[in-house]
């Protein structure tokens, strides 16, 4: 795992709680911000973005990490996750994140009293889906 500093922890936590309060949650009202460290320690955050028709939602994991990508970052140091109850990325956002390297640290943060946890993306997504499991073509 990336060996992340306390400060780095801290303005990762910042970052993803002030881009939850950007949230549009109109439905379910669960707001979640997230905000991923770039190898050049820039910061690129992202909100949950809701939708009447719920699978199209966007989750704030998938708007960080496509804003870093439309950015022209493809490698990341580490993502926060910001949320009431510090929830761990849903499925569809652990295979997104794990494109881009499964030794990401993770760290999920409860906005209500603060505390963090910070695991590593392999360890929540144990035998990811990626470009090995693929076939090749000839």
């Known amino acids: 795992m990336v060996d992340l500093k306390t400060k780095e922890i801290d303005r990762l936590i910042l970052s993803a709680t002030t881009a ?4 549009y949650a109109p439905h ?15 910061v690129v955050i ?3 973005v809701e939708n009447a028709s ?19 970052y493809r490698e990341w140091r580490a ?9 761990a990325p849903c499925g569809a956002c652990r295979q997104f994140l794990a494109e881009f390297g499964l030794d990401l640290p993770v760290i ?10 910070v695991r590593n993306l392999k360890h929540l997504f144990p035998e990811a889906f990626d470009g090995s499991s693929l076939p090749h073509h000839a």
């Open 28 to 42: 379910s009202h669960f707001y979640v911000g997230a905000a991923l460290l770039m190898n050049d320690g820039t």
């Open 79 to 87: 993502i926060a996750i910001a949320s009431v109850g510090g929830v």
């Open 20 to 23: 939850r309060d950007q949230a």
């Open 46 to 48: 992202g909100c949950n």
């Open 54 to 72: 719920y699978s199209m939602c966007l989750c704030a994991e998938r708007v960080a990490a496509s804003s870093a990508i439309a950015a022209g």
């Open 108 to 117: 999920t943060t409860d906005i209500l009293d603060g505390s963090y946890k």
